[in-house]
Every structure is written in C-alpha cells, then in structure tokens.
C-alpha cells in the first residue's frame, strides 16, 4: 500500500518554463494536501497547506489545487532558487504520509 | 520565533535503544500537536509519530518500538527508539503542526545511526 504517488521523480526545465508536479492518493483525502520544498542540504519547508494556500512568503510562481485522489504543484516561471525536491503530504489521518519526492533541476 | 532543537542521535549497534528530545520555544508547546519525521540518507520523508493533545499515533513501520511522548512543564518531546535496526538509520526532525496535520515547522535534524 502506497497511499502518496508523486511523478514525476525527477525533471529538468528551463529557467521561465512552467513546471508541474502531480501527487495522486490512493484514497480520497478532500483537500488535505500540503506540498513542501526541500533544498539541498537544508530543512524541508512548508509551500501550500490545504491543497492551494500559499504560506506567507511564498512566491506567488508557486500554486497548487485538485482535490480528492489527484493534486498538482505548479511553478509558473522556474528560477535558480527553484531547485530542490518537493515532496506532498497527505494529513487527512493516519498515515500522514509523504510522496516520494520529485527532484526539480536546471537544464 | 519558533524554535526547535532536536538531540540524541548517536551511532548505535543494532538492537540498542535510543531516546530523542525536543525543546521547543517560541510558541504555546502544550497546546500543540507535535511529531517526528525522519529521512533516511539520500531518501524522502517518512511520517514517524504524532503527539496531539492526549493522543499518540504511530507509522505502521515504527509501531511497538518507537514511544513518543512530551513534558509540557518543560517544553519537551521525545521519542524513545527500542530494538533499532539498520533501516532506522535516518535524520530525525522534530516538527510543529499547524492547525490540521501539516508541519509549518521543522527542527535541524538529529542523525541516528545503526551499524555494527
């Protein structure tokens, strides 16, 4: 049982492209998904709680929604400070568990 | 500001114990859920335990070995680790929860180490 499938695992864009990261429960979890950002080497931190609220001082390149079984990261304009790997969260109950990560890179 | 400082990680032989501790600051601790989650060298996060305010839950993974537990006349948590095995070796975060279940705040880490 795998109850967070995030994909893709990796990828490699440009800086300004639009990337989209997708995280997928196995059961549904309403809008009880948050999304962190983990740089290389630091602490993860919290981006998006409830699917699509941004925390404070988070850019507003970062955006997330879906609801249910399905949920998407998104970042608008990709920049250098970017790269790191994300990671969604479900906490609807236990387990509160993480996806696998997906590493965002510079091509 | 809120602070977390996690302590006790240390290289241990399979099948020794450990116990983990939190002080927290900055913020009400006793009317806080709080929790551990750690990181395995070079993988993702794993949800280990929740401390809510009179409730304990635990990862399938960690159940029976890991204890959570919290003194809130001093600001503390704590994570008790029995029987470690080598897939425990793994940073250990100590986390605040926000209102539901989501972690708004993070620890530096403690590295618990198993080998022989």
């Known amino acids: 049982d795998i109850p967070m499938t995030q994909s893709p695992s990796s990828l490699s864009a440009s800086l300004g492209d639009r990337v989209t990261i997708t995280c997928r429960a196995s059961?549904?979890?309403?809008?009880?998904l948050a999304w962190y950002q983990q740089k290389p080497g630091k602490v993860p931190k919290l981006l998006i709680s409830?699917?699509?609220a941004l925390q404070s001082g988070v850019p507003s390149r970062f955006s997330g929604s879906g609801s249910g079984t399905d949920f998407t990261l998104t970042i608008s304009s990709l920049q250098p400070e970017d790269v790191a790997t994300y990671y969604c969260q479900k906490y609807d109950g236990p387990p509160l568990a993480f996806g696998g990560g997906t590493k965002v890179e510079i091509k | 500001e809120v602070q977390l400082l996690e302590s006790g990680g240390d290289l241990v032989q399979p099948g020794e114990s450990l116990r983990l501790s939190c002080a927290a600051s900055g913020f009400y601790f006793s009317t806080s859920a709080m929790g551990w989650v750690r990181q395995a060298p070079g993988k993702g996060l794993e949800w280990v335990a929740t401390?809510?305010?009179?409730?304990?839950v635990y990862a399938d993974s960690v159940r029976g070995r890991f204890t959570i537990s919290r003194d809130n006349s001093r600001d503390m948590l704590f994570l008790q680790i029995n029987s470690l095995r080598a897939e425990d070796t793994a940073i250990y975060y100590c986390?605040?929860?926000?209102?539901?279940?989501?972690?708004?705040?993070w620890g530096q880490g403690t590295l618990v180490t198993v080998s022989s």
């Open positions: 986390v605040k929860e926000g209102s539901l279940g989501y972690y708004v705040s």
């Open positions: 401390f809510n305010s009179r409730t304990t």
């Open positions: 409830a699917t699509s």
């Open positions: 059961q549904g979890i309403g809008i009880y």
